[in-house]
Structures are given as C-alpha cells and as structure tokens.
C-alpha cells in the first residue's frame, strides 16, 4: 500500500509540473482564453480528485498522519485554484480596468508553486517510506537513539 501512496504521489508531482506547462501554453497561445486554458482547467480538476485519492489511500495505509496532512493540504490547495480565478475574474467583471483583478490572480500561481513543494514533500516522504531498506536503517537509528548511550563495563 505505502507503494501505492508513493505511485500517486509521483503522478501528483507530474500533474503539477504538467500544469505549469499547460498554463504557460495557454498564456501564448492565440485562442480565445476559454478554448486556449481548457487542458489546463481540466488537468486542476484531476488533479483535485488524484490528491483526494491520495489522501484515502493514505489514511487506510495508515502512514504517519504528517503524510496524510501534506495530501489534504494539498487537495485544499487544489480546490482553492478555481476559487481564485472566480474571485480575479469578478474583479474584472466589474468594469473595473485596474489591477486588482490581475494581483488577486497571481495568486493563482503562487498558490501553483506552494502546490508544486507540497507534492515535491509528499513524493519525497513516501517514496522514503516505501523503500524497505531506508525504513529498516531508519527505525534502526530510532533504537539506537532511544536506547541512550551505551554503557561499559569496568
């Protein structure tokens, strides 16, 4: 199971990089917006579902509850992309020429880049959890640690 969290994790982590590239696409490319951004929009709704699952998928593996938070916070970061976009976009609706619009969106993309070091932490901390070896060297350094220091004879 705790390979499974590191596969979603990986995809998680491509669809987020993907993602910058469809933004980037769409900004140049000649269509009207809502034609030019549609693979970006419908890439941010998987991506929303594929956090969702990874965030399950975490929880019945029971994982430390650090891992299954990174997941949710990340689905929540998710979820707030398109938010972001109808609030800037309703700044725009107004009539309203000025920048606010433009800087409540560039929160968009911030809000992309926080995304892109949430999964980057989650692919790091579930791969790290699925090699046995790692977790075998790290619990061994756990009882090493716990043990205190060793005592000699005299």
């Given at each position: 199971m705790r390979k499974a969290i590191a596969g979603l994790a990986a995809v998680l982590m491509l669809a987020v990089v993907l993602q910058f590239f469809l933004a980037g696409s769409g900004a140049f490319d000649t269509a009207p917006n809502d034609e030019a951004f549609r693979p970006h929009r419908a890439l941010g709704?998987?991506?929303?579902?594929?956090?969702?699952?990874?965030?399950?998928t975490a929880a019945v593996a029971r994982v430390p509850g650090r891992l299954i938070g990174m997941a949710g916070l990340l689905a929540g970061?998710?979820?707030?992309?398109?938010l972001i976009a109808v609030v800037a976009k309703a700044f725009g609706d107004t009539g309203d020429t000025s920048t606010a619009g433009q800087l409540v969106f560039g929160l968009?993309?911030?809000?992309?880049?926080?995304?892109?070091?949430?999964?980057g932490r989650i692919l790091r901390e579930a791969r790290s959890r699925s090699n046995p070896s790692a977790s075998t060297e790290r619990a061994a350094g756990d009882d090493?640690?716990?043990?205190?220091?060793?005592?000699?004879?005299?």
């Open positions: 709704y998987m991506v929303v579902l594929l956090a969702l699952v990874t965030t399950l970061l998710a979820i707030a992309q398109p968009h993309a911030v809000n992309g880049l926080i995304m892109m070091g949430v999964a090493a640690r716990t043990a205190g220091p060793a005592q000699s004879a005299p």
